[in-house]
């Protein structure tokens, strides 16, 4: 009943820039915190970075002043400007919300399909 559909992922050189989108659809009441994950090939999935309903951001230290995370809460998306790009970025991003679907039903947590990125010359 709710769909997080990532998009925005591909091949960038070092140094380039994209722009990864998630919508987030179907019975939602609200949303509240949403961020984004990676997960490069055989390592855990990682934070990248999280935003509060208010437009509160957070950065895992490594991605601060390369990424932005912004989101419009009237589209339910969450977005996230990635610059400067490295080929240590190469890697699944994952997009993550938490949501309620009916005012009284507990926040659950949704997650996207993953979109990939490959940083690479």
């Known amino acids: 009943q709710v769909q997080l559909v990532e998009s925005g992922g591909g091949l960038v050189q070092p140094g380039g820039s994209l722009r990864l989108s998630c919508a987030a659809s179907?019975?939602?009441?609200?949303?509240?915190?949403m961020g984004w994950y990676r997960q490069a090939p055989g390592k855990q999935r990682e934070l990248v970075a999280i935003?509060?309903?208010?437009?509160?951001?957070n950065y895992v230290d490594s991605m601060k002043g390369r990424f932005t995370i912004s989101r419009d809460n009237t589209k339910n998306t969450v977005y996230l400007q990635m610059n400067s790009l490295k080929p240590e970025d190469t890697a699944v991003y994952y997009c993550?919300?938490?949501?309620?679907?009916?005012?009284?039903?507990?926040?659950?947590?949704?997650w996207g399909q993953g979109t990939q990125v490959t940083v690479s010359s």
């Open positions: 993550n919300a938490d949501l309620q679907q009916r005012h009284y039903s507990p926040m659950r947590e949704y």
């Open positions: 179907g019975s939602i009441f609200s949303i509240y915190a």
């Open positions: 935003i509060t309903s208010g437009g509160s951001a």
